[in-house]
C-alpha cells in the first residue's frame, strides 16, 4: 500500500501552493552535505507504510488460503483474488477526481479507518464459520475501492509535503519501496500462513489492526494548507474533472513515457507470472520450499535496487537510468526464460527485481514533481489506472503463450517487450526531456486546470 511522506524542514522548505523554493533541475543534482534530510516526521509516515505493508503481505497469503477452504473452483478463487482490481476499471479515474477535492491527509487516514473496521467482517465471519465466496469478493471489492483513495491520495500528497523536492522525493520512494518488500514480500505472507494455520480469523484481524495503527500515525502527523485550485463559473463534473487528468497525461510526453513503462511491463510480468509455478516445478524442476525461495531471490533484488535507485539516477540521469533498467529487465526476463539451473535462474530474477525495484523509485518520483499539484490525484489515477489496466491482459497472453508455444515463451516474449521499453525511454524520458519538463516546473510555466 501507497503512503506518503511528511513536509520538508528548513532544508526543503516549500510553499502553501507545493511549489519548490528551488529550481526544480538544481534539486536533482544535490548531493552530500548538502542534500536535503527527510523531515522527523517521515519516520512516522514510514512506520505507518512498514505496518501496513505488514498487513498486506499477511491479508495476501491468508485470502486464499481461507477461499480454498470453501471451493476448488478455479473461477472461484480467481474471482477472489482478482475482485480487488475492479473497483480500478469502475471508479479509478473517479477517485483521483475525488482526491484533488478532498484535503488528502484526511482521505488517507479515514479510509485506512475505514478499511480496518471492514476487516471485521472477514475476521468475524472465518471465526464464526459464516464466511462464503461471495462475502469474500464483496469484502475484496470494497477494500480494492478503499485503495483507490489511499494510494492516489498518498501518491498526490507526498509532493505536496516534499515540496515536489526530486531529491527527497527519490529517497521517501526508496525508503518506502524497502519497506513494501520487506514487510509485504518477506515477513507478510509467512506470517499470514502461520496464523491462518493458528486461526483462520486470526490473519484479518491483523490486517485490521495494521489498518488502524497506519490511520493513526497518519492522522497524528501536522495538517498541511490546502492545495489552491482555480475555480470556473460553471463548477465541472467529476468526471469532467477526471478528464482533464488524462489529458494533461496524454498531452505530457515525459509523463506519458513515465506511464506507458509499468503498462507495458505488467504486459510482461503479469505474464510471466501467470506460468511461474509451472515453470519452477517443471522445468526448473522445484519442490515448493524451493519455489518459495525462488520468489524470495527477486524479493532480495528488489531491496538492493531501492536502495541504489538514487545512485544510479545521480550517475546515468534519470532518464539513463530508466532505460538501463528497462535493458536489465529484458535480459534477466530472458536469462531466466532460457535457464534450466535453478541457481541461475535465482540469479535473473535477483537481478530482475533489482531493476523493477530501481524503475518503482525512479519514474514515480519524477512524476510527483512534475505533475502540478491541483491535478495530482487525477493524473496519478489515470497512470495507475493504465498500469492495473494491462495486468490482466498480460496474464491472459501469459497463458495463450505458454499453451500453444510451450512454458518458455512467456518470458521469451516479455523479454522482448521490456527490452522496447527502453526505446520509450530513450524518445519520451530520456535526460534532456525530464531536465526540460522539471525546468518548466521551477519557471512556472505549467498550466492550472479546472
Keep these: 500500500m501507497s503512503i506518503t511522506e511528511p513536509r520538508p524542514d528548513t532544508d526543503g522548505a516549500s510553499s502553501t501552493d507545493g511549489s519548490s523554493s528551488r529550481p526544480a533541475e ?52 480467481g474471482l477472489v483474488t482478482s475482485a480487488a482490481l475492479l473497483p480500478w476499471f469502475c471508479f479509478g479515474l473517479l477517485g483521483g477526481a475525488l482526491v484533488d477535492r478532498w484535503d488528502r491527509r ?3 487516514w479515514l479510509t485506512d479507518l475505514g478499511r480496518a473496521v471492514l476487516l471485521a467482517v472477514p475476521f468475524g465471519a472465518a471465526a464464526l464459520h459464516l464466511a462464503s465466496i461471495p462475502l469474500l469478493i464483496a469484502v475484496a471489492f470494497l477494500l480494492g475501492i478503499g485503495q483507490i483513495l489511499f494510494d492516489t491520495a498518498g ?9 515536489r523536492d526530486l531529491t527527497l522525493l527519490q ?14 514480500n518477506f515477513a ?9 494455520a493458528l486461526g483462520r480469523a486470526l490473519p484479518f484481524g491483523l490486517d485490521a489492526l495494521s489498518f488502524l495503527a497506519s490511520s493513526l500515525l497518519i492522522r497524528s502527523t501536522p495538517a498541511q494548507p490546502p492545495v489552491v485550485r482555480e475555480k470556473t463559473a460553471d463548477g465541472p463534473s467529476l468526471w469532467a474533472e477526471a478528464k482533464a487528468g488524462v489529458g494533461y497525461l496524454v498531452r505530457h510526453k515525459v509523463l506519458l513515457g513515465l506511464a506507458l513503462r509499468p503498462a507495458v511491463g505488467n504486459l510482461a510480468f503479469v505474464g510471466a507470472d501467470a506460468v511461474l509455478v509451472l515453470f519452477a516445478h517443471q522445468l526448473l524442476h522445484l519442490g515448493d520450499f524451493g519455489f518459495g525461495l525462488l520468489l524470495a531471490s527477486q524479493a532480495v533484488g528488489g531491496l538492493l535496487g531501492a536502495g541504489l535507485a538514487g545512485r544510479l539516477g545521480a550517475l546515468l540521469g534519470t532518464g539513463g537510468a530508466l532505460t538501463a533498467t528497462a535493458l536489465l529487465e529484458g535480459a534477466a526476463l530472458l536469462g531466466f526464460g532460457l535457464s534450466g539451473n535453478p541457481f541461475l535462474a535465482g540469479l535473473a530474477l535477483a537481478l530482475l527485481g533489482a531493476a523493477m525495484a530501481a524503475t518503482m523509485v525512479l519514474g514515480p518520483s519524477v512524476g510527483q514533481a512534475l505533475i502540478p499539484a491541483e491535478l495530482a490525484g487525477r493524473v496519478g489515477a489515470a ?7 494491462a495486468a490482466p491482459l498480460g496474464g491472459l497472453l501469459g497463458g495463450l503463450l505458454a499453451r500453444s508455444e ?13 527490452a522496447a521499453t527502453a526505446l520509450v525511454s530513450l524518445t519520451l ?5 525530464i531536465e526540460q519538463a522539471l525546468a518548466s516546473v521551477a519557471n512556472g510555466e505549467q498550466p492550472v486546470a479546472g
Design 26 to 77: 538544481s534539486q536533482a543534482a544535490v548531493s552530500g552535505p548538502a542534500a536535503p534530510k527527510l523531515p522527523a516526521a517521515f519516520h512516522r509516515m514510514w512506520a505507518a507504510s512498514a505496518v501496513s505493508s505488514l498487513g498486506d503481505g499477511v491479508y495476501f497469503a491468508a485470502l486464499p488460503l481461507l477461499a480454498a477452504t470453501m471451493t476448488h473452483d478455479p473461477v472461484e478463487l
Design 188 to 196: 507478510g505472507p509467512p506470517t499470514g500462513s502461520l496464523l491462518f
Design 406 to 418: 510451450g512454458l518458455r515463451a512467456p518470458f521469451l516474449v516479455g523479454a522482448l517487450m521490456l
Design 171 to 184: 529517497k521517501a520512494n526508496a525508503r518506502q519501496q524497502g519497506a513494501n518488500t520487506v514487510f509485504a
Design 106 to 108: 484526511r482521505t488517507m
Design 429 to 433: 524520458t530520456s535526460n534532456r526531456r
Design 155 to 163: 501518491m498526490a500528497f507526498l509532493p505536496q509535503l516534499l515540496g
Design 383 to 389: 497512470r495507475r489506472l493504465l498500469s492495473v489496466g
